[in-house]
Every structure is written in structure tokens, then in C-alpha cells.
Nanobody, 114 residues
Framework: QVRLVESGGGLVQPGGTLRLSCSAS????????MSWYRQAPGKERELVGN????????NYGDSVKGRFTISRDNAKSTLYLQMNNLKPEDTAVYYC???????WGQGTQVTVSS
């Protein structure tokens, strides 16, 4: 049974930074593309970005490009999302997902506010 557990969310001021983690179990983590998504209140869930299985390739949504970085540690079965220069519009619940699957984490809240 696949389990994805996000952590690291919280309240941060505009311009601040946060790093989210997603700990994976029940799958051979190093074999899979992984994704981060987010869902803001009243909006549809949107793709933040993806990382390939080896960690050598990433892609990002336009709204976060240049500010967010996805990485992974396959030895620790952990996915990361480094978020810099946070803006109020980044406020959302952030989810990790095994790409193109039904395997989602429970989400972690990120609130950007002064």
C-alpha cells in the first residue's frame, strides 16, 4: 500500500521561504516520476511541477517557475519542494503525487501572509 506524507507547511511572510517534504513508502520510489500539486481555496487543483525518476529533470508551472525547485532523495524515498520568494497567491494546500496515479498525499497547508 502506497503512502505519501507531506510535511513542512506553515505560515510565512511574503518574500519568505519554505521547504516541503513528502515521505514515500510502499513503492519503489526511485522508479517513479513524482509531482507536486496545490489547491487554493475555491480553485481547482493545479500542477506545480514534476521530477523524473532519477532527479535529473524537472518541469514547472508558469506561476512558480524561477521561484520553486523540486528535488528528491531516492535513498530516503523523499520528495522535496523548495519555495522561495513566496507570494500571497501561493497560499494553498500542497500535495505530492506519484505521477499519473491515484497515489496522493493528504496535503500540507501553506499560508503566505503578513
Amino acid at each position: 500500500q502506497v503512502r505519501l506524507v507531506e510535511s513542512g507547511g506553515g505560515l510565512v511572510q511574503p518574500g519568505g521561504t519554505l521547504r516541503l517534504s513528502c515521505s514515500a513508502s510502499g513503492l519503489t520510489f526511485k522508479n517513479y516520476v513524482m509531482s507536486w500539486y496545490r489547491q487554493a481555496p475555491g480553485k481547482e487543483r493545479e500542477l506545480v511541477g514534476n521530477i523524473n525518476a532519477s532527479g535529473t529533470g524537472t518541469n514547472y508551472g508558469d506561476s512558480v517557475k524561477g521561484r520553486f525547485t523540486i528535488s528528491r532523495d531516492n535513498a530516503k524515498s523523499t520528495l522535496y519542494l523548495q519555495m522561495n520568494n513566496l507570494k500571497p497567491e501561493d497560499t494553498a494546500v500542497y500535495y505530492c503525487r506519484r505521477a499519473l496515479s491515484r497515489d496522493w498525499g493528504q496535503g500540507t497547508q501553506v499560508t503566505v501572509s503578513s
